[in-house]
């Protein structure tokens, strides 16, 4: 069973920086697997963020583009969500999320509040 495992959340400014990480365990080739980030604020749905494909290839949400960016060590296994010029609504339950033979696995999320 895929495990993945965020870190890196916490309190913030407003126009700070903050970087999450994603540990992935118990999966064989990693580096040829895309991730995703994706995140979801209180009463609302959850949303794509980017995604980072196999060749380190990144699309992104278009209210992130230009200030968040994702790379992946395929040695560490992780995946990193860069995030600057952070704004309020940017507050939300961040996830990593791949998919594997069919079967979605998610971390349990780390917590991102960007105070004003």
């Known amino acids: 069973q895929v495990q993945l495992v965020e870190s890196g959340g916490g309190l913030v400014q407003a126009g700070g920086s903050l970087r999450l990480s994603c540990a992935a365990s118990?999966?064989?080739?990693?580096?040829?697997?895309?991730m995703d980030w994706y995140r979801q604020a209180p009463g609302k749905q959850r949303e794509l963020v980017g995604t980072?494909?196999?060749?380190?290839?990144?699309v992104y949400a278009d209210s992130v583009k230009g200030r968040f960016t994702i790379s992946r060590d395929n040695v560490k296994k992780t995946v990193y969500l860069q995030m600057n010029s952070l704004k309020p609504e940017d507050t939300a339950v961040y996830y990593c999320?791949?998919?594997?033979?069919?079967?979605?696995?998610w971390g349990q999320g780390t917590q991102l509040t960007v105070s004003s």
């Open positions: 999320h791949m998919t594997l033979l069919g079967n979605h696995y």
């Open positions: 118990r999966i064989i080739g990693f580096s040829t697997k895309a």
């Open positions: 980072i494909g196999s060749f380190g290839d990144t």
